[in-house]
């Protein structure tokens, strides 16, 4: 049995959001807001922070600096029951951080140091002790230097020779990131852009089938070869939004969940609670996810 549900390698930094931010005072001025926080964030962070919280057994793979943003961070896992023993420390390099100034509409620029990430190398002797899990995800390819060398890729290969599942996100692509991508891609099982990193990539406009996922779409799609499924967007409070993944895409688990529920009652024809309570058990989903199932919110 894997020791761990899921394992996540990859870019975590330290967010410092400010709301509202309507501009930037000139010269030394001062101006006041409502709202400044601190949280754990990052293609690789902000997705551990949300599968901790589900109850799922997560470690996180990662580069830190010596100081007091790494303290930050690895005192946030440590209340959130995160294993850290995978996590690496350097004195040459500060924690990778991002200010956020949310501007009142809930749009967030962000001013990044991109820090001790960079430094991040997962060794071939390492691979038995990341591996040792269900699902894998690597976040932050393009970020993540010392990765991005091509160890990314092995990293991504000696999972899916072990049978691990593998998950992928990235954040602020250039022109230089789809050659980065395409030795990973054939290990990925779940790619997961955003639109606007899609067509930055692919160099096209959703069209056709793919127009719902425009912005101000009502539903959002999952695509495999096979099939396509819908479900109704969630509209979280914009300031839950402003904080990116450790808010924003938490606050879609509860209303995802409901939908599926649904779907699963109408496949399976269940009808009544005791027929509804043996078709959604927990044994007869994927053993990564059992552990915070059966405690989501209803």
């Known amino acids: 049995m894997a020791t761990f549900d899921a394992v996540f390698v990859g870019l975590t930094i330290l967010d410092i959001a400010g709301r509202p931010v309507v501009a930037i005072p000139p010269r030394g001025g001062v101006a006041f807001i409502e ?33 007091e943003k790494a303290d930050f961070i690895l005192a946030s896992y440590a209340r959130l029951g995160i294993d850290c023993s995978l996590i690496q420390r350097t004195a040459l390099k500060e924690t990778s951080a991002t200010i956020l100034p949310i501007r009142p509409n809930g749009e967030r620029p962000a001013l990044h140091c991109r820090g001790a990430s960079d430094a ?33 890729a092995r990293l991504l290969q000696a999972a899916k020779a072990r049978g691990v599942t593998t998950s992928f996100d990235l954040i602020a692509p250039n022109e230089e990131t789809l050659e980065l991508l395409r030795p990973l891609l054939p290990s990925v099982d779940y790619f997961m852009p955003s639109l606007e990193e899609a067509a930055f990539l692919s160099g096209e406009t959703p069209a056709g089938g793919h127009r719902p996922l425009l912005p101000g779409a009502r539903r959002g799609h999952l695509h495999s070869e096979r099939r396509r499924e819908r479900l109704l967007a969630y509209r ?4 839950a939004a402003a904080y990116c993944a450790v808010a924003g895409r938490g606050g879609g688990y509860h209303r995802l969940r409901r939908q599926l529920l649904r779907r699963v009652y109408c496949r399976t024809g269940a009808r009544t609670q005791r027929e509804r309570q043996r078709v959604t058990s927990p044994r007869r989903w994927p053993r990564w996810w059992r552990p915070g199932w059966d405690r989501m919110p209803g």
């Open 35 to 67: 709202q400044i926080r601190l949280n754990p964030a990052g293609t690789a962070a902000g997705a551990n922070i949300n599968a901790a919280k589900l109850g799922i057994r997560t470690a996180a793979v990662a580069c830190l600096g010596e100081d």
């Open 236 to 239: 979280p409070r914009w300031r």
């Open 120 to 152: 991040l190398f997962v060794s071939e002797a390492e691979f038995d002790a990341v591996l040792d899990c269900r699902f894998l995800h690597h976040g932050g390819t393009g970020l993540l230097a010392a990765m991005d060398q091509g160890q990314s």
